[in-house]
């Protein structure tokens, strides 16, 4: 019988990672000239782009890798290795130290911690001899960012000064600048005498036949903008470890494959928390490994409302108030800066400090202001707390603004963006890549540009912020946005809609004219309910056609567009972040069978992958046509958006909407026969954790109980509120106890 194709991306670069450490290696363990990107880095600041082990100065042989979690990595090696066969059976041959061959058993363990990074070596003598080698740790550091790491090509460099104090390594980064005074300290223990020399720490163990011997680095990174001092390292593991702890845990009986596709998920997600900033920020998470160990406000907020169901939004909650502390007051274009936005990505390496880029703190985004606003509207979904929508509101109310008049650029009631930064981004909406929004012939589409996404999300924003301002007791400015919201919807239905295609456009250009591409932006809109009733039909069957969905999800752009390129980053790949929210769109409006088509397609994803884990965006290959989907050469993986997408998808099939403020859950369970059961444990839904049970039954109708609760919660079964084809009759069935 064939079976599951065996599929991966980026086996040369092994990843560990907590916090804002990092650490990426070749796949013999090593950092070098071999690997480019290869390095230990704190704050996207390469700390050491050197680290070798050698045994009598040679490397040992690799023979196998793995990451026992995300903070480790681990290598068992063999020393020396056989060159070639001789000897007789009843003789062993040696090497230039008289060691015999493959008589040291190796095993090497790197583990990241805030700003440290811990290795340890023990080592085992298998054969009938006594033997000394020496195991010596090599060690470097070029303090290039992590950017120049990754491109090969440094934009600022200054000597390293490497020396012995008191028994250990010291680098310095001798830079004229006094924002880039890095220092990394090496220090290490073994069973032998050491030997401590600049760049270079050894010791000569002595291991008789069948002995052991233990080996110890550790490296301490030096940031001056950053102290980590190991009480602030405490304090942050130990938030770290609550939050953790605290997490939904999920069981699947009838498919122990997707509990463990599941558990995956969570655990990288758990992983992704940044640990910078003051104390209510410490969880807001990093985008993805290796290439994006940064905070990036939209990535932040998908994940982090995504992924709720897990953490209550504890992530999500970090992740608003970081943004609201660096919610711009100015006007600063090399940062696309504007009063009221809230910043795209922030990133801490030497360019950045610099100001090489503008990404210290960049702006160009209009997804993620937005996103803010529909945010805070979840958290309070989930937590039913006023106190969270006080902290936040005023934040949400100066971008609503922000979007009301510098976002509406030419007062025609659409969000047009125009980048001003002459190193910035060109796109500032979903898809952010240079070559993103073309029209049908392929050329690339001047700005301003209207993407129809942003729409949806301006849409699903006012009114999010019309519910909160009802929370808040100011019904009028309710009323207001709620009326706002409705008139948007009037017009994007009116000067999007594509009568030929039956879809609506990609974007509106600089003269208002349609960009007629058929696009996955347009499921974004389906999503955020700002699609016309009588339009839902053909804009799903639109996105499920053959041309735009390969069978592991919704491409980007359509095949039959003059561009697609299935391995092009916007233009015909599958990401299945865009495609939870599809997903939850479809759910959403009533297209329940669609939306089990497309959560199939996507559980389907991790299975192809090393430790169950999607890269960042897959390709656009038909599933029918080829055997794997492809990916994008350079996809991360894990990808924080990644791990929080499943959970979006489960959440979409157990059509579960929390109103916790009236300790309320709302389910409507659309389990196909590959997820028979789901019993989640620990699910908080405001001050009440519980114990859930979904699952079918003999006949393949889908049930829901509530095993325990700490405090209220009334669990009610109903369709989504804007399901199509429900009417009264049904949703009053649904209230009805099963026979």
């Known amino acids: 019988m064939p079976g ?84 007789s059976p009843e003789e062993s041959t040696t090497d230039e130290h008289g060691i015999p061959h493959r008589a040291l058993d ?37 303090y290039a960012d992590l950017l120049e790491a990754d491109e090969g090509l440094r934009k600022q460099e200054a000597p390293v000064e490497a020396g012995v104090e008191e028994g250990k390594i010291r680098l310095r980064y001798r830079h004229e600048d006094p924002r880039l005074a890095f220092s990394t300290v090496v220090r290490g223990w073994g069973d032998g005498v050491a030997t401590v020399e600049p760049g270079r720490w ?64 969570a655990a990288d997600l758990a992983s992704f928390p940044q640990l910078e900033g003051e104390p209510d920020e410490w969880l807001a998470l990093q985008a993805g490994m290796p290439l994006y160990p940064a905070f990036f406000g939209r990535d932040a907020l998908t994940a982090g409302w995504q992924g709720a169901l897990l953490d209550r939004g504890a992530t999500l909650d970090a992740a608003l108030t970081r943004l ?87 007062g025609d009631g659409y969000l047009e963006y125009l980048t001003q930064s002459p190193v910035g981004t060109k796109h500032q909406g979903w898809k952010d890549s240079d070559d993103a929004i073309l029209y ?32 808040r007791g100011d019904r009028a400015r309710a009323r207001e946005l709620w009326r706002e919201a409705r008139d948007l919807k009037r017009r994007f239905n009116r000067d999007f809609w594509d009568p030929e295609e039956r879809f609506y456009g990609l974007a509106l250009d600089p003269d208002k004219r349609l960009v007629r591409a058929p696009a996955s932006n347009v499921g974004h809109c389906l999503a955020c309910g700002i699609i016309a009733r009588e339009r839902l039909r053909d804009v799903v069957d639109r ?43 479809l759910r959403r409006m009533g297209f329940g069978e669609e939306a089990l088509r497309l959560a199939e397609a996507l559980f389907g994803l991790p299975q192809l992958y090393a430790g169950d884990r999607m890269p960042e965006c897959v390709g656009g290959y038909a599933r029918d046509e080829h055997p794997t989907p492809g990916a994008y050469p350079r996809a991360n993986s894990p990808q924080t958006w990644n791990a929080s997408a499943l959970w979006l998808v489960l959440q979409a099939l157990l059509g579960m909407l929390p109103y916790a403020a009236r300790h309320l859950l709302v389910v409507d369970p659309l389990l196909p026969p590959w997820l028979p059961e789901v019993e989640l444990h620990g699910l908080r839904v405001g001050a009440t954790t519980a114990t859930l049970r979904f699952w079918r039954d003999d006949r393949g109708r889908t049930r829901a109980r509530v095993l325990e609760h700490d405090g209220p919660l009334h669990l009610v079964r109903q369709p989504p509120p804007e399901a199509v084809g429900v009417g009264l009759g049904r949703r009053l069935r649904a209230l009805l106890p099963p026979k």
């Not at 790197?110 to 054969?127: D, G, I, K, M, Q």
């Not at 001899?129 to 060690?139: I, L, Y």
């Not at 001047?446 to 909160?468: D, K, S």
């Open 543 to 585: 996105l499920l056609a053959p041309d735009m969905f390969s069978g592991w999800g919704v491409r980007t752009l359509t095949t039959q567009h003059a561009a697609y390129n299935p391995l092009a980053y916007h233009l015909g790949t599958v990401w299945p972040v865009e495609n939870a929210t599809i997903c939850f769109g």
């Open 324 to 410: 609201g502390r660096l919610q711009s007051a100015r006007d600063f274009a090399w940062r696309d800066e504007e009063p009221g936005r809230i910043p795209y990505q922030v990133r801490s390496g030497p360019l950045a400090r610099l100001e090489v880029n503008p990404y210290s703190a960049y702006y160009a985004d209009f997804a993620g202001p937005l996103m803010y606003v529909i945010s805070l509207a979840n958290l309070y979904a989930w937590t039913g707390e006023r106190e969270d929508v006080e902290r936040h509101w005023p934040t949400a109310c100066r971008i609503l603004e922000w979007a009301e008049t510098r976002g509406d650029r030419d």
């Open 440 to 471: 049908e012939d392929g050329r690339r589409v001047p700005a301003p540009i209207a993407t129809c996404e942003i729409q949806g999300y301006w849409y699903a924003a006012r009114q999010g912020m019309a519910v909160l301002a009802w929370v």
């Open 4 to 87: 599951t194709p065996e599929t991966a991306i980026r086996l040369d670069s092994p990843a560990a990672w907590l916090g804002s450490s990092l650490l990426v290696t070749d796949d013999e363990g090593a950092c070098g000239p071999a690997l480019p990107l290869a390095g230990f880095y704190v704050r996207e600041v390469r700390h050491l782009n050197v680290l070798r082990l050698e045994i009598d100065g040679a490397a040992p042989w690799c023979c196998e890798r793995s990451r026992p979690d995300t903070t480790q990595l681990a290598f068992v090696f063999v020393h020396p290795e056989i060159a070639r066969e001789g000897g």
């Open 202 to 265: 050894a010791s000569r163990v002595e291991l008789p036949p069948q002995g052991e011997a233990t080996c110890e680095l550790q490296v301490d990174a030096f940031d001056p903008d950053l102290e980590m001092d190991d009480e602030a390292r405490s304090a942050r593991l130990h938030d770290l470890g609550r939050w953790r702890a605290a997490f939904t845990k999920v069981t699947v009986p009838g498919n122990p494959l997707v509990e463990r596709i599941l558990g995956r998920a």
């Open 106 to 142: 190796l095993r090497l363990t790197y583990r990241v911690e805030p700003h440290r990074l811990r290795a340890t070596l023990r080592l085992r003598n298998r054969s009938r001899k006594p033997v000394s080698p020496e195991v010596a740790f090599v060690v470097g550091a070029d």
